[in-house]
């Protein structure tokens, strides 16, 4: 596709429950980072990966998320087990290579009641 | 102490206004610099790339200071779709290999 397009686009799920959220990045793009962002706040880094690969994954908060990058292209970030706390907008973004600005979607805005 | 630290205003100038941001980053082998606007409950946007000789595009120009560690973005003759909050960012070299580092962001509101 033309840009970064994440699904869903918005996630209602209980306390307890297993989400995935989901990142297809601008075809070409080996970079693809994660972030998230509470209102109000900045962006909390997650996690990076240059092609499949996950050099930094120092941002991620807990044991209970992952994330994965298959083909070098599309990207799950998976959280486990959801806290009220990990309500957020998650954001995602490619690049070209780990030189160039990345370019965001439009985010998944992740609601754990 | 923060890798990339912005004022995080808010300014609030009047259209036509000329208003400028500053940031500083921690780490002296900082590779790239950019700057991104976030407008209201959306997701960041590339402005435009910082380069060591300054660049410009329309209203808007970038500096670096290698030396004192310091990004600026002047705007001029504010808009008032120039009203969000810009984003001060910097990618470093090393393990991280191209990890980008986001400032808080200074919010701007132009009034008319």
Redesign the interface.
């Given at each position: 596709g033309a840009g970064v397009s994440q699904s869903p686009s918005n996630k209602v799920t209980e306390k307890g429950k297993d989400v995935e959220l989901r990142c297809d990045p601008i075809s070409g793009h080996t970079?693809l980072?994660w972030?998230r962002q509470s209102l109000g706040q900045?962006?909390e880094?997650l996690i990076?990966f240059?092609g499949n690969s996950a050099?930094?994954k120092s941002g991620l908060p807990s044991d209970r998320f992952s994330a994965e990058r298959t083909g070098g292209s599309v990207s799950t970030l998976t959280i486990q087990r959801t806290q009220q706390e990990d309500s957020a907008v998650y954001?995602c973004?490619s690049?070209l290579?780990?030189?160039?600005?990345?370019?965001?979607?439009?985010?998944t805005r992740l609601t754990v009641v | 102490r923060k890798e990339v630290e912005q004022d995080p205003g808010p300014f609030n100038v009047p259209e036509g206004a000329t208003v400028a941001f500053n940031c500083t980053y921690s780490n002296s082998a900082s590779q790239s610099f950019f700057w991104y606007r976030q407008d209201c409950r959306k997701e960041p946007k590339l402005l435009m790339s910082v380069y060591s000789s300054g660049n410009e595009d329309g209203r808007f120009t970038a500096q670096l200071n290698r030396a004192s560690q310091y990004i600026s973005l002047l705007i001029r003759d504010s808009k008032l779709s120039d009203s969000a909050t810009y984003l001060c960012v910097v990618r470093e070299r090393g393990s991280t290999l191209g990890r980008l580092y986001f400032g808080r962001g200074t919010q701007l509101t132009v009034w008319p």
């Open positions: 970079a980072y972030y900045g962006l880094f990076y240059q050099p930094d954001l973004a690049s290579g780990g030189s160039g600005g990345a370019f965001f979607g439009q985010g | -």
